[in-house]
């Protein structure tokens, strides 16, 4: 699974912006994707994630102000950011994990895009 993300960039507190995670591969693989985020001297924390069958989950700092949906025949993951704020601030990476099952068991692979970066300012 290959994951390209893009939309990041520059904007004012308050603004707006739409992140996009591009899929390709294996895709049916894919049980869920998230959006996670990373600012300097700070953990790596997850910011919102959709399932295969559509149910979404957000952290409690984007609840909303954020939406995570899908376009399948895209292949592709958005995430929308509203109401922006400066502790937005971070290198935001796209994730998607995928399960392979045999008749041996279930395995379960992580995939990471290169990020992009979305910049905040006061």
């Known amino acids: 699974v290959q994951l390209v993300e893009s939309g990041g960039g520059l904007v004012q507190a308050g603004g707006s912006l739409r992140l996009s995670c591009a899929a390709s591969?294996?895709?049916?693989?894919?049980?869920?994707t998230g959006w996670h985020r990373q600012a300097p001297g700070k953990q790596r924390e997850l910011v919102a994630v959709?399932?295969?069958?559509?149910?979404?989950n957000y952290a409690d700092s984007v609840k909303g102000r954020f939406t995570i949906s899908r376009d399948n025949a895209k292949n592709t993951v958005y995430l929308q950011m509203n109401s922006l704020k400066p502790e937005d601030t971070a290198v935001y990476s796209c994730n998607a994990e995928v399960v392979i099952t045999t008749i041996e068991g279930s395995s379960r692979y992580d995939y990471w895009g290169q990020g992009t970066q979305v910049t905040v300012s006061s």
């Open positions: 591969g294996s895709i049916f693989n894919i049980v869920a």
């Open positions: 959709i399932t295969s069958g559509g149910s979404t």
